[in-house]
Every structure is written in structure tokens, then in C-alpha cells.
């Protein structure tokens, strides 16, 4: 498929400003490089009232609050549903790892269709399957019932987490994403810190099924907040998908004389001509109110494929560093937050309240790193552009995580030897919340950056975290009880800081090397255009 002249973000390189508004010059020249982010559009989101803002804000923060609680609310009520369920301890892993899958991987599908039927279509299906997934959950009688329902919940849970990030780029200029993001991703966080705490009430004041009737009851609320509420941020005209389609089609057409020919040959230019000529004026043309041609585009099965955008991604070398760094850090927080509710079970002989009071310390403290983190990141990323001249390229927003890795690897020794001694329960209380706020810090800026550094791409980039970030997840749990088994807490999570040293290299490389590599990507995607 052709790639259309699209420009990514302005890099220092290119020698352009990033603009504070949605106003971008026009031109008629046809070589322009269209700055995607900002092609003028009717009812364009960047200018809604902030209420409006607010609003959209609020709800994807609530559902992707309530899908983050559907990760794990299961987890105190699990050795009650072994025994209702006549289930083996695989079994029951099975339902955890077949979640974790899901999520992670099926974000693909569901940004592809969000690149071309909208957000809130996507939002409004994805609700319903999540509605479905709990309710059949809740009634479930067999173990492999409910293994396939935890699959279907996590299909319906997990469109929300693939492209409300891009919901937040398609409202917010790149200067404030920082602070949004940082707002905006402390509501998953709060969701696995609630987990176990509703999780464990639930299952001891009914049974283990009210975890996931109360899971229903929100997933109604999310579907009716999103149908009456939420109003679609996508548009067409700043879609990558449809610009290929449109530039597919004018190529496919008959060449066109030129006005010179035409006049040689003692003819006008025909009117199929002219509309074919301002047809390409307007793709090209860095600003365009409505591109006409758009209207008309009819998407190929090529165009809805979510694997060439996912290549796509990964063909980046900036990309893939950051998706690997993003993933493990994930990874981590997930084997910490099982690890930790075994150790503190077993060692320290607490029920499923208590474990998840303590587990709440590393949810608050993931909530602070994200809303403080995405603030300052932001706040960095200004005073770079100012020292800048104005000019802004998105390896600037990695900046703001360097702060956050001088103390990430240290707490988390300081975490592995106080379980490994035993130490008191409250300074496991700081060290996990230590634990959360340098490591959502670090998160949010290079979440951020994911967003900033694919314009025109930014559902697919998330979505291609989510896939490496899930599957991170499903290897770090697979291997987490072995290995602390083996280790001991004090061993298994020196191991993570290491991991964790290298995870930060990862970053510091992109930020130093990731602009020339962006660079020569756009220039090699043009190439092959």
C-alpha cells in the first residue's frame, strides 16, 4: 500500500515550530509534507470548550479504570472458585493467563476499526461485549466456561485501553499531553489497587460471583456514559488510513495532461482533470478545511488490516526500544503485585482485605508518580522547546523520565531484601510505594512519547504497547512463583533492579539516538512510497 506524504512530528532537523494551535499555514504546492496532527478540520476537537474536554476525559478515565479492575479483582476469590468449581490450580491460572492474553493482544483489532469507523463505535461495542463477558462469568458452572468468559471480558475490557490514549492525542496539543496523560492513566492504576481490597469484601460479604456482578453493574455504566456523554474526537481528515485509500485511488486513475499539453493539442483541460488536480492540491496541502476526496474513499481490506501498521511500528527502531522498556516495566509491576500478595499471605499470614490494604500503597504511590510524573513532564518538555528556539521534536518528552530512574532500581532492592528479612509490614508499605512512584513516572513519559512520536498513528502505537506490555505480563507471571521459589524474594527482585538498569539504558539510548532514527524512517517510508 502507498504511504502518504504525512509528516510526523516536527523534528529540530526539519528546522519547524511546533504550533500552539490548530492553524497550519496553507499552501497549494503539492511537495508540502502534511503536518497531520494539525490539518484543519470542521468541529475540530483541539478547540472544544475545556467542559467538553473535561468530560471526554472523565469517561475513558472511568472506563479504563473499571477494565484495570477487571485485571484482578478475581485474585482474593480464587481459592473460592476452585472449590465451587471443582477446579485445578492450573485451571485456575489459566483463567488469569488467558485474561492477560487477550488484553494484550486483541487492542490491535480494536484500533484498526477505531482508525476507521471512530472512537466511540468501538467504545459503545467493546462495552457490550464487556457487559456479556461478566454477566456469563457471574452464572458461570464450569471452570471451562469461565476460562473462555475471562477471554471474552478481557476482548471487551481492553478496546478502551487501546485507544483512549489516542482519544487524549486527538483533543490535546502535544504541549499539555504530558499533564492529561499523567491524569489519565492514574485511573487504571487505581483499578488494580482497588482490585483485591472490593475483591475480597465482595467474595467474604456474598460470594465470588458478586465480583463480577459488580463488574457488570459498571460496565453499564461505562456503555450509558459513553452513548448519551461521549462525543466522537476522531476525524477522518487526520487519519492515515484514509489518506493512503484517498492517494490509492487518485494514483490509480488515468495520468493527467498537463495544461501546457492540453493547450498544445488545442484543447482545454477537461473538468475530470481540473477535479482530479484539486484533488491532489488538497491532499497535500498542509491545511485543509475538509478534503472532499475523503468523503468518497471506500477502505480496501488492506486499509482495515491491523498487521502492515503494526510492521509499521515496529520498523522504527525508536519504537521497539521504548515498546520493550514500556513492556517490561509492566511486566515487573505485574509480578510484584502477585508476588507480593503470596508473600504477604504466607509469610506474614494476612487474608485477602489486609493483603489488598498493603497493595494499595503501591496503587497510590503509581497514582502519585503518574499525575506529578505527567506534569513534569510537561514543565520539561516547555523549557526545552524554549531553549530550543521554539523547535520541539518528541525525544524531548524522555527527558523528563531520567529523574524517576535514579530511584527506581534501588527501591526495588530496598523492597527485595525487606520481604527477604522480614521486616516490618510498614516499610514494605514505603518501599511499594516508592516502587509506584518512580516507575508510572518513568511510564507516563515514555507512554507519552509512544504518542508524539507516531502522529497519524497513534491508536496502533498504543495498541502495539498494550500487545508487548500483555504479553510481558503473561511471561513475568508464568515465571514469577518458580523463580521466587528458587530465589526468594530477595534474589528474584535484585534480578528485577538489574533488569530494570537495563530497561533505563534502553531509554537513555532512544533519547540520545531516537531523533535520527525517526529521521531516517520518515525518510526511508517516503522512499518507498
Known amino acids: 500500500m502507498a504511504i502518504p506524504i504525512v509528516a510526523n512530528t516536527p523534528s529540530v532537523s526539519e528546522h519547524k515550530t511546533l504550533r500552539q494551535n490548530s492553524d497550519v499555514d496553507a499552501s497549494t504546492d503539492a511537495n508540502d509534507i502534511i503536518d497531520i496532527e494539525h490539518v484543519t478540520v470542521n468541529d475540530d476537537p483541539r478547540q472544544w470548550i475545556r467542559t467538553r474536554k473535561t468530560i471526554t476525559l472523565c469517561i475513558v478515565s472511568l472506563a479504563t479504570m473499571v477494565s484495570a479492575l477487571a485485571s484482578n479483582i478475581q485474585n482474593p476469590s480464587n481459592f473460592l472458585i476452585q472449590e465451587d468449581l471443582h477446579a485445578t490450580s492450573s485451571q485456575i491460572s489459566w483463567t488469569l493467563a488467558a485474561f492477560q492474553l487477550v488484553q494484550g493482544n486483541f487492542p490491535l483489532l480494536w484500533s484498526a476499526v477505531s482508525e476507521i469507523k471512530g472512537r466511540k463505535p468501538v467504545?459503545?461495542?467493546?462495552?457490550?461485549?464487556?457487559?456479556?463477558?461478566?454477566?456469563?462469568?457471574?452464572l458461570s458452572k464450569t471452570i471451562e466456561v469461565m476460562i473462555g468468559m475471562r477471554a471474552l471480558q478481557a476482548a471487551g475490557s481492553c478496546a478502551v485501553m487501546a485507544i483512549s490514549a489516542a482519544t487524549l492525542a486527538d483533543?490535546?496539543?502535544?504541549?499539555?499531553?504530558?499533564?492529561?496523560?499523567?491524569i489519565f492513566y492514574a485511573a487504571p492504576l487505581l483499578g488494580p489497587a482497588l482490585?483485591?481490597?472490593?475483591?475480597?469484601s465482595l467474595s467474604q460479604a456474598f460470594s465470588w460471583r458478586a465480583s463480577f456482578y459488580f463488574l457488570l453493574i459498571c460496565g453499564g455504566v461505562v456503555f450509558l456514559s459513553f452513548l448519551i456523554l461521549f462525543k466522537d474526537t476522531y476525524r477522518r481528515e487526520r487519519s492515515l488510513s484514509y489518506r493512503s485509500a484517498l492517494q490509492r485511488s487518485l494514483t490509480s486513475r488515468e495520468p493527467v495532461r498537463s495544461s501546457s499539453e492540453s493547450t498544445i493539442a488545442g484543447n482545454e483541460p477537461s473538468k475530470d482533470q481540473t477535479l482530479v488536480k484539486d484533488t491532489e492540491k488538497q491532499l497535500y496541502s498542509s491545511a485543509v478545511a475538509s478534503?472532499?476526496?475523503?468523503d468518497n474513499v471506500r477502505l480496501s481490506i488492506r486499509d482495515i488490516n491491523p498487521f502492515p501498521p503494526y510492521f509499521r511500528i515496529l520498523s522504527r527502531k525508536n519504537n521497539v526500544l521504548i515498546l520493550i522498556a514500556n513492556g517490561l516495566v509492566f511486566g515487573f509491576s505485574y509480578c510484584l503485585s502477585y508476588t507480593c500478595a503470596r508473600t504477604l499471605a504466607n509469610v506474614y499470614d494476612y487474608n485477602a482485605f489486609s493483603v489488598g490494604l498493603v497493595l494499595l500503597c503501591l496503587g497510590l504511590g503509581s497514582i502519585a508518580g503518574s499525575v506529578i510524573g505527567g506534569r513534569w513532564s510537561d514543565r520539561v518538555l516547555a523549557k526545552m522547546m524554549e531553549a530550543n528556539g521554539g523547535k520541539w521534536y518528541a525525544e524531548m518528552r524522555l527527558e523528563s523520565s531520567t529523574l524517576a530512574m535514579l530511584?527506581?532500581?534501588?527501591?526495588?532492592i530496598g523492597y527485595a531484601w525487606v520481604c527477604e528479612k522480614q521486616v516490618n509490614v510498614a516499610v514494605i508499605c514505603i518501599m511499594l510505594a516508592l516502587i509506584?512512584?518512580?516507575?508510572?513516572w518513568m511510564y507516563t513519559g515514555t507512554l507519552a512519547y509512544l504518542v508524539d512520536a507516531n502522529p497519524g498513528r497513534s491508536c496502533t502505537a498504543v495498541a502495539t504497547n498494550s500487545s508487548f506490555r500483555g504479553s510481558l505480563a503473561f511471561a513475568s507471571v508464568m515465571i514469577a512463583i518458580p523463580l521466587q521459589n528458587a530465589l526468594g524474594d530477595g534474589g528474584l527482585y535484585t534480578v528485577w533492579a538489574g533488569i530494570l538498569v537495563v530497561t533505563e539504558l534502553l531509554v537513555i539510548l532512544v533519547l540520545r539516538k531516537g531523533e535520527s532514527w525517526r529521521r531516517e524512517s520518515e525518510e526511508r517510508e517516503l522512499n518507498t512510497k
Open 171 to 182: 483533543i490535546y496539543e502535544p504541549r499539555e499531553r504530558g499533564t492529561m496523560m499523567g
Open 123 to 138: 467504545y459503545l461495542v467493546a462495552s457490550v461485549i464487556f457487559v456479556i463477558g461478566n454477566a456469563a462469568l457471574a
Open 407 to 412: 530511584w527506581l532500581p534501588p527501591s526495588v
Open 436 to 440: 509506584g512512584f518512580t516507575s508510572i
Open 291 to 294: 478534503t472532499p476526496g475523503l
Open 195 to 200: 482490585g483485591p481490597i472490593l475483591g475480597g
